[in-house]
């Protein structure tokens, strides 16, 4: 099935593969709101300051899920977009715009304003009010997104838990470049490994396969991933890529202790309740940059809950300056 893709044989590198794509530790950013819950764009270059010298994070990915995408108009995502891209110049890597939407009209104008803007990739989770049935029609959305943005590394956003589309990735690959030449990877939010392998397995080595299933991190290191994007890289990017480095020099005690480090946060956190609002207030907290609350209908959490976590973090990360 796979003839034109043959099955990669080398242990992917996290810092060779896919040098200029999607590598290492990418923080899924929050979009901050004022308290009045419009986009509160003069928050963003303080924040880019906090990732790069504070967490030692120096890749985003603007407008997803963390940055409430769906939950804003496309003209709040463009402003979004330009001031990401403007304010990241020569203090990230790369900055990935995802331009997804329910509409196939918005994502392409999204994905058009993006390559003007100088996004270094775009990319495209798939609808979900109205769902593709099959590996095909998928396809030929995302084909017909990425046509928009044709120069632009174009990468495809796959997180079921919250689109309920469940066609597996690895179909997805077969030939896709025949279809989009920009093609460039995945950005693999979902749990089932063993569908991030086989596109591990099946994948180009100029693709880049990031994981975004943070508590589980390690695992999808152990199947290839390239780098990881998520919403905790926010606060423990830090540690994350300190993480990355154990794996990546065998040191697997010390790569398993950070991440159930992180593993007791989000525990904790889903006991007493997590959600993009308690996430949200956690990176205020951690970074004494006011986010503001999420939009609704979230909400932000009780000063007791938000108080809560804080600690919980405190006690498992240490010292933070804002607390
Ligand atoms: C469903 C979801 O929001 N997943 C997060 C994770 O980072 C998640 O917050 C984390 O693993 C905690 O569960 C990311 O994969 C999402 C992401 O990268 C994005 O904001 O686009």
Redesign the pocket.
Known sequence: MFSQVAPQTKVRNMTSAAETGMTGIIA?VFTPLTPEGEINLPVIEPYIDYLSKKQNVKSI?VN????ESMSLSVAERKALAEEWCLKAKGNMDQVVV?VGCMSLKDSQELAEHAAQIGADGIAVISPSFFKPSTADDLKEYLRQVAIKAPTVPFYY?H?P??TGVKVPVRDLLHDIEKLIPSFKGV?F?GSDLMDFGQCVSHSRPHWSLVY????QLISGLAMGATGA?????NYIGSYMKEMMAAYESCDQLQARAIQFKLQEL?CFSMKIG?D?GV?KQLMSDVSGLDLGPPRLPLTRPTPEHAKAILQKYLSLFGYCPFA
């Open positions: 899924a990915f997803g899920t963390t940055g995802h956003y997180v838990s919250v950005k939010s975004g299933v943070d508590e994007v998520g919403s905790t890289y989000i997590f993009l996430n």
